[in-house]
């Protein structure tokens, strides 16, 4: 009786044992399996992540493409306001002088004109004395 109970006993363990190893080869996979899970879900994260950063990257640089490009715009607006401004005070730089010069050009013509006016009327008065002295 004693030996057919150290023999449950050794049949017990054993079969004890190899559910032990069992689960602990159930509980290898299992821990396995997850770390396995835990890597592809760090790794997911980390992409996700790194995605984010890229993404948040080229915003930021096309954030600064805009400015750059406002900044530049207004720069261009700017000068253009100014070349715009500096041709205008030129034209009416460039009138004002071609007025003096057309007024000055016209004073002498008048002065041209009076004198010959004078001469000839002076001619005309001189042949009309000599008409009235003939007659």
């Not at 400015?67 to 715009?73: E, F, I, M, Q, Y």
Request: some cysteine.
């Amino acid at each position: 009786h004693e030996r057919e109970h150290d023999r449950e006993i050794s049949e017990l363990a054993a079969r004890h044992q190899e559910e032990m190893e069992k689960l602990r080869a159930e509980l290898k996979e299992e821990q396995k399996h997850l770390l396995d899970e835990l890597r592809q879900q760090m790794a997911a994260t980390h992409k996700a992540e790194l995605e984010q950063a890229q993404l948040q990257s080229q915003t930021l640089h096309s954030l600064e493409l805009e400015a750059l490009r406002l900044t530049l715009n207004n720069m261009h607006t700017s000068q253009l306001e100014l070349t715009q401004s500096n041709l205008r005070k030129e034209k009416e730089t460039a009138l004002m002088e071609l007025r003096e010069m057309l007024n000055d050009k016209r004073a002498q013509e008048v002065a041209i004109l009076q004198s010959r006016h004078q001469l000839e009327w002076e001619k005309i008065r001189e042949q009309c004395l000599k008409e009235k002295e003939d007659l």
